[in-house]
T-cell receptor, first 111, second 118 residues
Framework: RKEVEQDPGPFNVPEGATVAFNCTYSNSASQSFFWYRQDCRKEPKLLMSVYSSGNEDGRFTAQLNRASQYISLLIRDSKLSDSATYLCVVISNFGNEKLTFGTGTRLTIIP | DAGITQSPRHKVTETGTPVTLRCHQTENHRYMYWYRQDPGHGLRLIHYSYGVKDTDKGEVSDGYSVSRSKTEDFLLTLESATSSQTSVYFC?????????????????FGQGTRLTVV
């Protein structure tokens, strides 16, 4: 089983819609969680961290469910500029800071 | 932008030749990573480092070796390149500041190296 799993999509969503992604992880001792965004032929960049209590940044909401070992990302009122690949990231091996990425979910916002 | 650069940015090499990719950082971050990215597989960890001379294997380490003789440089070597190692390679850096209220930094990525093995 992969350490971090994501639905690869693609998700094709009309502009203005709400879209949600999930990501599951296998290591119950995982420490920290993030969502990254990657545009075509570019390097990944941090979108937001994921906190146990859930966190929101504008139209984006991230949630962590430790009991079920998954994290989620919700995008409300989607914009054309949200089209990208979204990668979940899990940190394990406390002290060694091993960063493991999911395969990514490709999102296309349709006008 | 974080000070992280990869070199070369593009390389074409022949099967069986050795190849070394360099990742250089000016942030003095402790943790450095090498990933490869292929369609359908996302970013897969090759090797990572948690300090000078401290490295560990990732999920796809076969055929690759690394060295970190100083904080700022993390080298990835393909001892004998194969066509299956054609990929885009990304380096990343991060840091942790325990007990100082700053927590963990995000992972910053280099711009990637496109390697083609023919």
């Amino acid at each position: 089983r992969k350490e971090v799993e994501q639905d690869p999509g693609p998700f094709n969503v009309p502009e203005g819609a709400t879209v949600a992604f999930n990501c599951t992880y296998s290591n119950s001792a995982s420490q920290s969680f993030f969502w990254y965004r990657q545009d075509c032929r570019k390097e990944p960049k941090l979108l937001m961290s994921v906190y146990s209590s859930g966190n929101e940044d504008g139209r984006f909401t991230a949630q962590l469910n430790r009991a079920s070992q998954y994290i989620s990302l919700l995008i409300r009122d989607s914009k054309l500029s949200d089209s990208a690949t979204y990668l979940c990231v899990v940190i394990s091996n406390f002290g060694n800071e091993k960063l493991t990425f999911g395969t990514g979910t490709r999102l296309t916002i349709i006008p | 932008d974080a000070g992280i650069t990869q070199s070369p940015r593009h390389k074409v090499t022949e099967t069986g030749t050795p190849v070394t990719l360099r990742c250089h950082q000016t942030e003095n971050h402790r943790y450095m990573y090498w990933y490869r990215q292929d369609p359908g597989h996302g970013l897969r960890l090759i090797h990572y480092s948690y300090g000078v001379k401290d490295t560990d294997k990732g999920e796809v380490s076969d055929g690759y070796s690394v060295s970190r003789s100083k904080t700022e440089d993390f080298l990835l070597t393909l001892e004998s390149a194969t066509s299956s190692q054609t990929s885009v390679y990304f380096c990343a850096i991060s840091e942790v500041y325990p007990g100082q209220g700053r927590g963990r930094t995000e992972a910053f990525f280099g711009q990637g190296t496109r390697l083609t093995v023919v």
